[in-house]
């Protein structure tokens, strides 16, 4: 009796129009997002449409949002789970110190690679333990080791940039690839790996499981010391790809400019995306629509020539307001 | 309306989209009367309390004071009024002491400004006089240190003291020991002698029974029977909530276990002391005792939740190692955990995400979720569970009391365990799931799997259970095998002062 119940509610679903389906399937959440970065797109587009339109610039935005886009993703997980690891920025600073120097060192790119992701894993590791196992507030964990890998990048680069000379490794930040720039491909594959991991299978499930309730996900057998080490070693990881990236497009590996304040947008692009900061709520596509934003939003403020003081105060005003709509949607439902 | 000062809802209707929660819903309560209000879940109990605290007003009909009506703009109006609703969660200040929060909003204040502490405090103790409460808790005590019980005590207190004249208590035993809810009984008494409305919410029929004047039933939001609660049984009651006859609601078709299955030995954690245990396949194995008595503890700790100071787990011979929840799945246990919002399920995932929780390699191809193989697997569990739900993505969280528990105990039959151990499997839920829970404990015992019921429903544990095991202060005091299993029996042993000193022999 029962199935047949399921089964005439199946009929009724699949009787509902398209346009019904394909706001299932996105989300209302989602496609209010849209709705944010049309209104945007639509505010730029009229103040500076010559500029903002070209296919030059909108390649710009495209690359801007790369380094981001990882972060957010990885980020995502990190929420996703019930953490928060506000040391990415400082790890993608460390990392391409790391990286730099390994290239200098060996002279090949490839060294450097490994050396990114490795420093990256092993900063992550080091998060995963300290929250973990010493059962240390994430925030405050992740704010102590920010200030740590900040350090030693300045202790390993004396404080001084390092030059990468590999043009194998720069085309990794200025090559092409069908029209289309390298790090553009490398956040779509990412973003592909990112959101068949975390909405397909199993680990990303338990992943929910995890973030939305610790104690049923024990129940349930799943090792969640074993997951919550694991995915600050996958957030470290990706800040690692994140500092290699920087450090071919910029050139060179540096303690700290361009990684300044990318954990702040990271954060934000995954909770403009529908993270929940008390966990087990949140998709990666949601993520890309946030960092989409942010990017149109750090493009558009340049272009209409926001000084740059006035454009952090719009970034941190941009997150306490993502917070701020989460936690409304979150009480009301 | 014969005397004036009645409190009564005269033809109140509620609806909520599609569905008629209140439907033309007429009651007179009367001073000095206990009412109790009975129901299945999503009967209409809810809504009418929320009515009479003014957090909504009715479609149509009206509640009335006498021949006055009331009208409600917001809860403050039915406080005035002399409406006091007491909820299942105790809104109390954990930070401000006893005194404060039974006077709350009419502290004696001393020059206008500064706390008059001294008249506070004999204030307080006068109202605790009254209640017999003068032991249990002192006026300077903070709140947070009590009991649910001693809260729900500081509730009605309060509720009396700002003039509380029809008093509503929304399932108060459920978190109670049977010592306190006795006592909660004699304090209704009290307020009923003393000439207040009383308004008494419960899933346990006995007590209703026990304690109300008169019963009043609601079905699907329409009043079905309002009759004096002299020479109802719970059979009756439960059939008019229902609509239809529950045959014995505790029945079970096989009595036949077979060989060991689990063997527990000397266990011992932070909560419970040197428990030693075994269940045959077939078999049900009752655990009952007191609150706090260390039931829900014995069986994390056999499922490996907590930390295992001594002891062994065996299951068919085979020890259970290493001490982890994924080491008892693994070995054929199940758990379904009496909180079943914070302990069971993932309330904002679906009935799906939910059932296939814990049977990874069922659902999946090549690590990844394969949304056809777990529809395989739960499809006919919902279905033979009956799970009332528009479809398998429904969020948990929309579900009734007792499809979260189908939904809990789906999860487990899928993973096909030998050993399942229900902790308060039907804490909560209506009439109608219970029988269907008591079905299936039989049906899988029948079966062959290993049972271990965890109740404190007496009933339950009679009807159900081979073997009871008794327990006290985290140890066992009695093992009862059928037919010797009854209630003077098991309440004797459950008494902690009756738990023996170590090295002390249970006769």
Known sequence: MNS???????????????????????????????????????????????????SRNLLNIGLGVTILGVLAMSQTVVIVAGGLDIAVGA?????????????????????????????????????????????????????????IFRGIAFIMSDGQSIAIFSDTFRFIGIGRILGLPLLVWILVLTAIAFHLFLARSIVGRNIYALGGNPVVARFSGININRYRVGIYIMSG?????AGILLAARTGSGQPVSGSQGLELEAITAAVLGGCALQGGKGTIVGALLGVAIIGVLNNGMILTSVPTFYQLLAKGSLLILAVVIAEYHLNRT | MTQPEFFSLDGISKRFGVVQALDNVSIAFRPGEVLALVGENGAGKSTMMRILEGVFGPDSGTVRHGATPIVFGEPRDSHRAGIRVIHQEPEIVPNLTVAENIFVGELPRLAGVLLDWRKLEEQTDRVLATFGMQHDMRPRQLCGTLGPAQRQMIEI????RAGGRLIAFDEPTSSLTGDEARRLFSVIRRLREKGTSIIYISHRLNEIIDLADRIVVLRDGRLVDDSPAAGA?????????????????????TWRSGEQLLDVAGLTTDRVSDVSLRVRRGEVLGIAGLMGAGRSELAKAIVGYDRRIAGTIAMNGVPVVPNSPHAAIVAGIGFAPEDRKHEALLLFRSILDNASLCVPDKTSSFGFFNRRKALEIVSPLAAKMSIKAPNLDEQVSKLSGGNQQKVVLARWLARQPML?????????????????????????????????????????????????LVMAGGRITAELARPDIDEATILKHAMPQSAPAPGDHIQ
């Open chain 1, 91 to 147: 790890t993608v600073g460390l990392t391409t110190v790391s990286t730099a120097m390994a290239i200098q060192a060996t002279g090949s790119p490839a060294a450097g690679i490994v050396a990114g992701l490795v420093l990256g894993g092993l900063a992550g590791l080091v998060n995963g333990i300290i929250i973990t196992y010493g059962r240390v507030n994430a925030v405050i964990a992740t704010l102590g080791t920010m200030a």
């Open chain 1, 4 to 54: 047949l119940e399921l089964r005439a509610s199946k009929a009724q679903t699949d009787a509902r129009g398209a346009s019904t389906r394909l706001v299932e399937r996105l989300g209302v959440h989602n496609i209010s997002l849209l709705v944010a970065l049309a209104i945007l797109i639509i505010i730029f587009g009229s103040l500076r449409g010559d500029v903002f339109f070209s």
């Open chain 2, 420 to 468: 399942l151990i229900l902790d308060e499997p039907t804490r909560g839920i209506d009439i109608g799931a219970k029988a269907e829970i008591y079905r299936l404990i039989d049906e899988l015992a029948a079966s062959g799997i290993g049972i271990i019921l965890i109740s404190s429903e007496m009933p339950e544990l009679i009807g159900l259970a081979d073997r009871v």
């Open chain 2, 233 to 253: 049984s719970e059979q009756t009651i439960a059939r008019l909530m229902v609509g239809r006859n529950i045959a014995d609601l505790f029945t079970r078709e």
């Open chain 2, 157 to 160: 207190m309060r509720a009396i």
């Open chain 1, 237 to 241: 990881v990706a800040a690692g790809l």
